[in-house]
């Protein structure tokens, strides 16, 4: 693959003069536009959704049960099952100790995903020191 050194030395340069300061300059020259929304701000009423709830059902989207169609595999790059069929993904992260919810929780949190269209749940820092619960801090009497 050709890499054009005078383009990408134009850029390397062009990104270290800091056009970052345009944003500054940007912001404190547009930012009292933001004031009469900010002073309404006492009057915005709450906004909450339910969390073992959601507002709609996408659960069509999925295709249950699990493996129905094969392993997972990549064709003329893109993702499909042993069957032919193609595979999407709706995905979201599920961080901390919401790793670990309890018994009763569970199948409502499944639900909820469920009903949102998610297929692919990404678990990050299960491991990490700041957590409530985490891998470290399980007991011998714990059961994830």
């Known amino acids: 693959m050709m ?8 850029r390397n340069r062009r990104n270290r003069r800091g056009h970052g300061r345009w944003g500054l300059w ?14 309404q701000s006492e009057a915005w009423q709450p906004f909450a959704m339910p ?10 989207l999925l295709d249950p049960p699990a493996g129905k169609h094969g ?19 709706w995905g979201t992260t ?17 639900e909820r995903l469920s009903q949102l269209g998610i297929n692919l749940v990404r678990l990050q820092s299960m491991d990490a020191p700041w957590a409530e619960i985490s891998l470290f801090t399980l007991h011998a009497n714990q059961q994830l």
């Open 51 to 60: 969390w073992d709830a959601a507002p709609v059902n996408l659960s069509f």
């Open 26 to 39: 940007f912001w404190l020259t547009f930012s009292w536009l933001l004031a009469p929304v900010l002073a």
């Open 94 to 110: 599920i961080s901390g100790a919401a790793c670990f919810p309890s018994h009763d929780q569970a199948p409502l949190i499944a």
């Open 3 to 10: 890499v054009n050194r005078a383009y990408n030395n134009q």
């Open 71 to 89: 392993f997972l595999d990549i064709q003329d790059g893109k993702f499909e099952f042993e069957d032919g069929t193609p595979a999407r993904f």
